[in-house]
């Protein structure tokens, strides 16, 4: 009673629209960094004289340097908005949950709003910062913003932005799309095994760093098929933001109508996972009699309440879901 009176007094922010705010804001805080550390890969370094020539763009050496600082954006990310959501900033996450965490339907289509506008927001974010090294970049390379192949293509400034499918697919989408479900599955069911209670789950709130590695683990193994977006706001708010800021054609529809594979593939690929971890792991837990660990303390439990026959862990865990 005291819970709903304090929420009550707390006005808009302590309702759902609160919720919509944190993931707004972790995503942009995700988005903001992660477009920045490949701005700086791409653009920025090569054109500063702080370094080495850079002007391969985004090479081998340099995807090391990428895949780092986005599994530090979903930390941080995660950081920011975890006391109050849990931090999905990802609509694959949210869509999984819902299917399998009982996580409520009626906050899907808000949450996966606040995601895309938050991404679009941490785009232009990166884009004021980093318009002048772009164009210098472009000029010095003769790119020619919304060319699509041939001379002058701009895939490697879109690239900033949002992801591309690899030559070596040809025209067919299959192969991204697959690449697009397997990678999502993976973090969405490792993410259900780090915040499953009755697992081994990281303690001492140091989940996020692990989730974190999770996402630099996913770059690593798999990023080179097409850019390892595993998530629809990632890339969905950003390439409407470069489509307005002049990238036309290459963001939307982009190569072959590519701009719906990393929408559907990690949707899909997000929901897989969580029903993989429950059919592999999580429900051999529970037929063990396996037990939440007690020594887990609840976090980002905005109006959870346990349903009949749960435990307050089982509650906590179904209301703790962070990212990607």
């Known amino acids: 009673m005291a819970a709903q009176s304090a929420r009550s007094s707390g006005g808009w922010r302590s309702t759902v629209w609160g919720e919509y705010l944190a993931e707004f804001f972790g995503t942009f805080i995700l988005m903001a960094v992660g477009d920045s550390v490949v701005a700086m890969t791409v653009a920025a370094l090569n054109q500063s004289g702080r370094g080495t020539d850079f002007s391969t763009a985004a090479g081998s050496g340099l995807w090391v340097v990428i895949v780092i600082g986005w599994g530090l954006a979903v930390a941080l990310a995660v950081y920011a908005a975890g006391g109050v959501t849990g931090a999905h900033i990802n609509p694959a996450v949210t869509l999984a949950f819902a299917v399998k965490r009982d996580f409520p339907w009626g906050k899907v289509p808000g949450y996966m709003i606040a995601q895309v506008l938050g991404a679009f927001a941490g785009a232009a974010l990166t884009f004021l910062l980093y318009h002048d090294a772009i164009a210098s970049f472009e000029s010095a390379n003769h790119i020619v913003r ?74 690593c193994a798999f990023g080179a098929n097409a850019g390892y977006a595993i998530n629809p706001a990632r890339d969905f708010g950003p390439r409407v933001f470069a489509w307005l800021a002049g990238w036309d054609q290459v963001a939307l529809p982009g190569v072959n109508n590519y701009f719906w594979v990393p929408i559907v593939g990690p949707l899909i690929g997000g929901v897989l996972g969580a029903l993989a971890y429950d059919f592999f792991i999580g ?30 862990g089982d509650a906590r865990s179904r209301g703790r879901t962070v990212e990607q």
Not at 153 to 161: G, L, M, P, R, V
Not at 298 to 307: K, L, P, V
């Open 146 to 219: 919304g060319a699509l192949g041939g001379p002058g293509d701009s895939t490697a400034t879109f690239s900033i932005f949002a992801t591309f499918p690899a030559p070596y697919f040809g025209t067919s989408l299959i192969g991204p799309l697959i690449d697009q479900i397997i990678g999502t599955a993976f973090l969405v069911g490792l993410i259900c095994a780090l915040i499953d209670e009755r697992n081994q789950p990281p303690k001492s709130n140091v989940a996020p760093i692990v989730v974190g590695l999770v996402v630099v683990l996913i770059g």
């Open 283 to 312: 429900n051999v837990l529970v037929a063990r009699g396996a037990q939440p660990d007690p020594e887990i303390e609840a976090t980002g439990e905005t109006d959870i309440e346990t349903t009949e026959g749960e435990s307050a």
